[in-house]
C-alpha cells in the first residue's frame, strides 16, 4: 500500500518545523542571559557617569582627544563579551 502524498507533505513541514524550534531553544540555552549583561553596562557606565561634571551628559576634564580615547577604551571594555 503506497503512502499517502499529502502524509508524506505534512510529515515533512512538521519535521522542518520542529527543527527550527529545537534550533531556536538550544541558541536561547547557549546564549548568555542578557538582563543579566545589561546590569554590567548599566553599572559601568554610572561609574563612568560618576568621573564626569555632575550636571552635564559627557564631559570629561582634558583636552577633547584624550575624552575620546578614555571613553572609547571605556565603552570597548563595556562591549566585550
Given at each position: ?77 563595556i562591549l566585550?563579551?
Amino acid at each position: 500500500m503506497k503512502i499517502p502524498t499529502w502524509a508524506i507533505v505534512i510529515g515533512i513541514c512538521l519535521m522542518l518545523f520542529g527543527g527550527c524550534g529545537v534550533g531556536k531553544n538550544i541558541q536561547a540555552i547557549n546564549m548568555p542571559s542578557l538582563p543579566e549583561m545589561q546590569q554590567n553596562m548599566i553599572t559601568k557606565m554610572h561609574s563612568i557617569g560618576a568621573e564626569t561634571s555632575p550636571g552635564t551628559l559627557a564631559t570629561v576634564p582634558g583636552d577633547d582627544a584624550e575624552a575620546f580615547k578614555s571613553i572609547a577604551e571605556e565603552m570597548g571594555e563595556i562591549l566585550k563579551v
